[in-house]
């Protein structure tokens, strides 16, 4: 009897996905294809449908944006991006002690906890910072209340942004043929290579980052060429917005209902400051604002390379900074905690 209920459940959720990406479609929103199952998802969550994707489909589907992006970096992109790495790093310390001064002020207007408000604030990495977060005190529920709202907001702002800046008079049409088996079986063992080789590094994210990082350095040489068909990219477009979705629950909004003001204060505090950075960059650098308010918007990685490959944005300047400021805030983030929670004032809780 629960199978055939979650069964209809997850029929339910593919029709209202389906429905609302094509609404966005025809509205010209880049990543249609992301944002329409993740406001159905959202719904559903908080419905108490009990859904939820599991976690290999949700690797699987971050292996295949890797690879997406990886297909973008070219020899001249690389030698672009390695004459403005000290633009890059600014970009990635300036997000993230936004997210660290606002996560100290939740914590000194009694909003959050301390330890809670530093990992809840972190700018990307959200699945890496609510499984961190639990081991350094802090209230996991609450980081990843903070962490998905932070991701939709952003997701929701970054489309709205591409939307008015991307030319929809004549929106680009697929291309035109179909994907070469073998090119596609290559791009497919890449993804998978660099997914064990990023796990035995332990590195963060190693679905997402290990395929990028393998495959950018294969087919910016010349060595491997590099293609996915467009219904397996729909397909993990879909399963990570139903991912960031379906971890919205009724339980949780009731519990933060009184810290849901200070959070989306926060949240879009955060936005506005690397958006104001981001238009500095363009005064420094010869990059659009698109590319640069991509590039400076604060997570989830994931999720920003969709919007950027489905926009004009310099796809690898983007991806540069994000990825750069995942592995900073990933090594920063227990020494910012432990900062914000001694600069909580007296009284305040301390996990």
């Known amino acids: 009897m629960q199978f055939f209920r979650s069964l209809g459940l997850w029929v339910a959720l593919v029709a209202s996905s389906g429905a609302l990406a094509y609404g966005l479609t025809l509205g010209h929103f880049p990543a249609a294809l992301l944002l329409g199952p993740m406001l159905a998802a959202i719904a559903f969550g908080v419905g108490g449908a009990g859904l939820g994707v599991p976690k290999p489909g949700f690797l699987a589907a971050q292996a295949m944006i890797g690879c997406l992006v990886a297909k973008a970096v070219t020899a001249e992109i690389v030698a672009t991006i390695t004459e403005d ?120 994210a190693a679905a997402l980052i290990g395929p990028m990082l393998l495959g950018s350095a294969l087919h910016a040489a010349g060595l491997v060429g590099m293609a996915l068909p467009i219904p397996l990219l729909d397909l993990a477009y879909a399963t990570i917005g139903w991912y960031v979705g379906l971890r919205f629950r009724r339980e949780t909004l009731r519990e933060t209902v009184t810290a849901l003001p200070g959070i989306l204060i926060a949240t879009v505090a955060v936005i506005a400051l690397c958006a104001v950075w981001a238009y500095g960059l363009t005064q420094i650098l010869p990059i659009d604002f698109l590319t640069a308010y991509l590039a400076t918007s604060p997570g989830g990685l994931d999720s920003v390379a969709i919007i950027a490959v489905g926009s004009k944005a310099d796809v690898s300047f983007v991806l540069a900074v994000q990825t750069l400021r995942l592995f900073v805030v990933l090594i920063t983030g227990p020494l910012l905690a432990k900062w914000i929670a001694k600069g909580a004032p007296a009284g305040a809780p301390k996990a």
């Open 85 to 204: 790495g000290w633009i890059i790093l600014a970009v990635v310390l300036v997000t993230v002690v936004a997210g660290a001064v606002v996560g100290w002020t939740l914590t000194r207007l009694h909003i959050l906890p301390g330890t809670t408000a530093a990992w809840g604030s972190s700018p990307g990495g959200a699945a890496a910072m609510v499984a961190m977060s639990e081991e350094y005190g802090a209230d996991p529920r609450l980081v990843a209340f903070m962490q998905y709202v932070r991701v939709v907001v952003v997701v929701l702002s970054a489309s709205a942004v591409a939307r008015l800046l991307t030319d929809v008079a004549a929106p680009a049409a697929p291309a035109a043929g179909t994907t070469p088996p073998l090119t596609v079986l290559v791009t497919l063992t890449v993804a998978a290579v660099g997914f064990a080789l990023a796990h035995l590094l332990r590195l963060p």
